[in-house]
């Protein structure tokens, strides 16, 4: 289906804006694009999702993947419980709700009960529930609500004995937990913006930590902490299960430092100070609770693959320190907490293992797993008796299983019945070795009896950054690529948390372009192995993963035929101008220091865009709501890209409306995934049989 000529892509108009870095000029004639609230971007942004949609309804069987999507996703689907005194909390999705809904029991023999129906709160469905948490008596739940995907929330109160929300209503929410103490809680916001301020691409800054009381209004909260001398520093409390400590994590992320700052108050002493348990931000620590007088802390420090140490936050001089889970050769994820056990996850080559351990430091056992894939939860209360995980890999669907700590038992709480047969496909993971020699893991995914001749339509997916690593997950819609007989590979690069932090370091800063490397191997492994050719590859990524498939079509434009940069940062020398983009100074460095610039400077992908190269056909995506990374980026790439592609294939962008930083709602999910998956393959020749 691709066109023989250049699509007629509306004309962007370019102005005399150069910037200068350390001497270096540095044009940006897009600039003009960054202002969301101007009547000329909503004008560029109508006219390009036109063009898009106009390629997108030319594709004939469309309309029958789209049916087909909503067919392999309807089917129930649950999430563990969380138990709180006599209540047991979980969410379900019937099949095809846009939002999760919220049930509630006694027991696991009593009744279930609709708590919360996320899609009664707005008519289309985008309107997002999260972060419910029990106060310590489980008389109430406070949790938080998003719309349209943004990141900013309200916090509001149900009661449990009334099924009604309080009058409580917290608003201008960012980057915040709920952290219970008595009758009110703590949570994290920004001030009021500036009234000329853009709501969702304006930068934050002073985040500030209040106390607030039930039965009063947000006005009338207490200002806890904040530091108007760091503006760029987040301010993060939570308390222990006891309510006795209340636990303040301060992260300086936007003078690069990838680590934090603990400070503690004790609860039960009246007027106390915080104390600073640690106060330098080069090394990660997290309080998962305290036990009696000490606090249990995961940390980095001394431990790339981290470790769980015992800190007396009255002497927390770092030689008192007691290792309590002490380093192992497998990253540490993360650790929970349920039954008077520490639930340690690892990753073993990027599938999870778990060990139960005590807090006097015994390990108790590790857990048979179902087999190999990702485990999550291990949560509960410090007395209970039993515990609930999902369990889920590329071909078994999140499965809920109850976990007795008493014999360590594991069975099937909630199976999960599905509309396609997932055992036509299978997982293989393989190991490819990079420019620098590097072994870099990546799992293939595909119908069994693959035939290995070059011919298969495969989709890369990488990350590769923020120590995010990606294990296996299911995904019922990846199911509607597959069935074509379509390859899902999943590289697993440096930059993630794979292999701790070391692997994260490796990625990072002046590391940068190891990521792309490792992508790049693993595209021509596939090759040189014959599951696929050039003419069948795509490259897609999300976020920082947006970021990667840029460099790539810049770096290697031959590559791949399709590519598929979603909510990316593509300018590289000014995302810490943007709402929170100060954060990632930390994992790429900042323009603003002169070697950290030429290394983004070389990389970024809006700046190494060049005139007359033929890219590879590129859907991107980006929505109007995303104030995580803002749609300039998309916006100003996207109209470079148009005015230098040298070829004939298709470079559009898709800008969905009422969403954020990802689909904010089911519905909205099946669209974006059946004009991604039609782009793919039209432009790679393949009609599909549906």
């Known amino acids: 289906m691709p066109p023989e000529r250049p699509l007629p892509y509306p004309v962007t108009r370019r102005v005399d804006q150069v910037d200068h870095y350390h001497g270096t000029p540095v044009a940006d004639p897009f ?14 942004v109508g006219a390009q999702n036109a063009v898009t949609a106009a ?65 009664q709160l707005s008519p289309d469905g985008t309107t997002r529930v ?22 900013w929330q309200q916090i509001r109160v149900l009661d449990l004995a009334t099924r009604r929300d309080l009058p409580d209503v917290i608003d201008r929410v960012k980057v915040s937990g709920i952290a219970w103490h008595g009758d009110g809680f703590y949570y994290s916001r920004y001030p009021e913006p500036a009234a000329d301020a853009g709501e969702y691409s304006a930068r934050n800054e002073d985040h500030q930590v209040y106390f607030h009381a039930l039965g009063t209004t947000q006005d009338a909260d207490t200002l806890v902490y904040h530091d108007p001398e760091h503006p760029q520093r987040f301010h993060l409390l939570g308390t222990t299960e006891d309510e006795r400590f209340a636990v303040l994590s301060v992260s300086d992320r936007g003078q690069g430092k990838d680590g934090n700052a603990l400070l503690v108050r004790d609860l039960s002493v009246a007027d106390a100070p915080f104390v600073p348990v640690w106060p330098h931000f080069d090394d990660q620590m997290s309080v998962l609770d305290n036990d009696g007088d000490t606090l249990l802390v995961l940390t980095n420090r001394g431990a790339p693959n981290q470790r769980v140490v015992r800190i007396d936050p009255r002497h927390a001089d770092e030689a008192e320190w007691q290792d309590v889970i002490p380093e192992h050769t497998d990253p540490l994820e993360n650790v929970s907490l349920a039954g008077g056990r520490l639930f340690a ?29 990702t485990a999550m939860g291990f949560m509960g209360e410090r007395d209970a008796t039993s515990v609930w995980y999902t369990f889920t890999s590329f071909t078994a669907p999140a499965t809920v299983y109850r ?49 290995l001749d070059g011919n298969n339509p495969t989709i890369l997916y990488g990350y590769g950054g923020f120590n995010v690593s990606l294990p296996p997950q299911f995904s019922a819609m990846r199911v509607a690529f597959l069935e074509q007989g379509g390859v899902y590979v999943q590289a697993n690069l440096r930059g993630g948390g794979e292999y701790g932090e070391a692997w994260h370091q490796a990625g990072m800063k002046a590391n940068k372009q190891n990521v792309f490397d490792d992508a790049i191997a693993v595209a021509e492994w596939l090759i040189a192995e014959g599951y ?35 909510v990316g940062v593509m300018d590289m020398l000014r995302f810490h101008t943007f709402t929170i983009g100060w954060n990632w100074i930390a994992d790429y460095g900042s323009s603003d220091d002169p070697e950290e610039f030429r290394v983004l400077y070389a990389y970024s992908p809006l700046h190494n865009l060049k005139d ?24 100003k790439f996207a109209a470079r890209l148009q005015e230098a592609h040298g070829g004939t294939a298709p470079v559009l962008i898709r800008i969905e409306t009422q969403s954020g930083h990802g689909a904010s709602s089911l519905s909205k999910q099946i669209e974006e995934a059946a004009d991604v998956y039609a782009f793919v393959l039209a432009n790679m020749g393949v009609t599909p049989s549906l």
Do not use: C
Request: glycine fraction near 8%; proline fraction near 7%; avoid cysteine.
């Open 345 to 373: 996850s690892y990753l073993h080559d990027v599938t999870s293992r778990v060990e139960a351990w005590r807090y006097d430091g015994t390990r108790e056992r590790e857990v048979q797993l179902p087999g190999l894939g």
């Open 612 to 635: 007359g190269v033929d890219y590879p056909a590129t859907l991107i995506t980006t929505a109007d709501h995303d104030d995580r990374v803002v749609p300039a980026h998309s916006f």
């Open 403 to 451: 976990y007795v700590l008493a014999s360590g038992e594991s069975t099937v709480y909630r199976a999960v019945t599905l509309p396609f047969d997932p055992s036509a496909f299978e997982t293989r993971q393989v190991f490819v070795t990079s420019k620098d020699g590097t072994r870099v893991p990546a799992f293939i995914v595909a119908r069994r009896g693959l035939v």
């Open 130 to 151: 999260a972060g419910l948490t029990f106060d310590r008596q489980a008389r109430y739940i406070a949790y938080m609500v998003s719309h349209a995907g943004s990141d």
């Open 55 to 119: 390629w997108l309804a030319g594709i004939p069987w469309r309309d029958a993947l789209r049916d087909r999507l909503a067919t392999l996703v309807n089917y129930p689907r649950s999430s563990a419980p969380e138990q709180k005194g006599p209540w047991l909390l979980y969410a379900r999705n019937d099949g095809l709700q846009n939002q999760p809904v919220y049930y509630i029991r006694r027991g696991e023999e009593g009744p279930e009960e609709l708590l919360l129906d996320p899609n």
């Open 532 to 566: 696929t050719r050039s003419e069948r590859l795509a490259i897609q990524g999300g976020s920082n993963g947006g970021l990667l498939v840029g460099a790539i079509m810049t770096q290697r434009p031959e590559l791949a035929r399709v590519a598929l940069p979603s």
């Open 31 to 44: 600039r003009w694009l960054e202002d969301d609230r101007s009547p000329e971007t909503a004008e560029w």
